[in-house]
């Protein structure tokens, strides 16, 4: 499926930023929330992998590498379309005519591979039912928020970010597209104890590529010899995925992705955050995650 077949005819300044619709108390986008009942009537397989994350988290880069491996390193099949042709985002209803990610799922054959950014609650209740192997992406809240800020600023499709400072108070107390983030880590890491989810970390991937690698691939069950595992370390790397038009979505209009404005590779660091929030800030922050996470078990890393 060509998602950007027909953009041609798209008339740019229709497109509008998102406003933010709860759906149980959930923040999401407008055309999320709207085709809620269709999103909660998916039909999940048994054989269909879930990429789960909070925005920012890393999802693009897990995809990566759980493209490669199912394709078993092979980098042209791997660079058959662009990262959201290749694996659909089931919670994405874009401006027509682009399809949506339920449609995409739906024309694709099985086993599919398929992206959500739903907290644990608002998931199809197919995927909990067919038992689907999640994997599952966090990262520390403070490089998590700045990378979600500058995300809003180029993305024409979210809703409007504001200044950092308004933008950092929306997204601590939850008013925020996908909702709040302490919940979603935390709503995701408890159901990993009833369900066949591997929950890993960005600054983990960050520290150690291989290992995290290899735990991906023993949790789908594939061969990892280390010729393989090197190449897939070398195609994953940021700098690579930078310069990949199938994974840096600069294949999207720039009235969608503006990547003058900010690129969607921007980084990919831990500790960014250090530039963007005042000691004052970090530190309501540690307080939040003090709070909000106790007696989880949750422990990220906010540096290395
Ligand atoms: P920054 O904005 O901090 O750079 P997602 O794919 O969930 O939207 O996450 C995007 C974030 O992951 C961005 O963070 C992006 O740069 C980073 N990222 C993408 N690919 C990466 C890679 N191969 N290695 C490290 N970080 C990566």
């Known amino acids: 499926m060509n998602l950007l077949a027909g953009l ?5 300044g229709s497109l509008k930023r998102s406003e933010l619709v709860e759906v149980e108390g959930v923040p999401l986008l407008d055309t999320t929330a709207a085709n809620q009942e269709l999103l909660r009537s998916f039909k ?14 890393g999802t693009t880069w897990v995809q990566e590498i759980v493209d490669m491996l199912q394709h078993r390193g092979d980098k042209q099949k ?27 799922a739906e024309a694709m054959p099985s086993p599919r591979t398929l992206k959500s950014h739903l ?6 209740p197919s995927f909990w039912e067919q038992n689907c192997k999640i994997i599952y992406v966090a990262r520390n809240v403070k490089d998590n928020m700045v ?9 024409q499709g979210m809703p409007e970010p504001g200044n950092w400072d308004q933008f950092l108070e929306n997204f601590l107390i939850g008013r925020i597209t996908w909702g709040s983030w302490f919940d979603h880590v935390r709503g995701w890491w408890e159901a990993k104890d009833r369900h066949p989810i591997l929950y890993l970390f960005y600054e983990d991937m960050k520290e150690d590529p291989a290992r995290e690698i290899k735990k991906i691939a023993q949790f789908l069950g594939l061969e990892l010899p280390n010729p393989l595992l090197k190449e897939i370390i070398e ?20 009235f969608i992705m503006d990547h003058n404005l900010s690129p969607f590779m921007r ?3 831990v500790g960014d955050w250090k530039e ?29």
């Open 78 to 104: 791997c660079a058959r379309a662009p990262m959201y042709e290749r694996i659909p985002f089931i919670d994405l209803f874009p401006i027509k005519p682009i399809p949506s990610g339920l449609e995409m």
């Open 8 to 12: 041609e005819e798209f008339d740019p």
């Open 235 to 254: 195609h994953t790397k940021f700098e690579t995925m930078k310069d990949n038009p199938m994974a840096n979505y600069c294949t999207l209009p720039a």
């Open 44 to 57: 999940a397989q048994p054989d269909d992998l879930l990429i789960c994350t909070y925005p920012k988290a």
């Open 119 to 124: 907290p644990v609650q608002l998931l199809p």
């Open 147 to 155: 990378s979600y800020f500058h995300f809003h600023r180029m993305n």
């Open 267 to 269: 980084k990919g660091t």
């Open 276 to 304: 963007h929030l005042t000691v004052a800030q970090s530190e309501k922050i540690d307080d939040l995650c003090s709070q909000l996470l106790a007696g989880s078990g949750l422990d990220f890393r906010m540096e290395l």
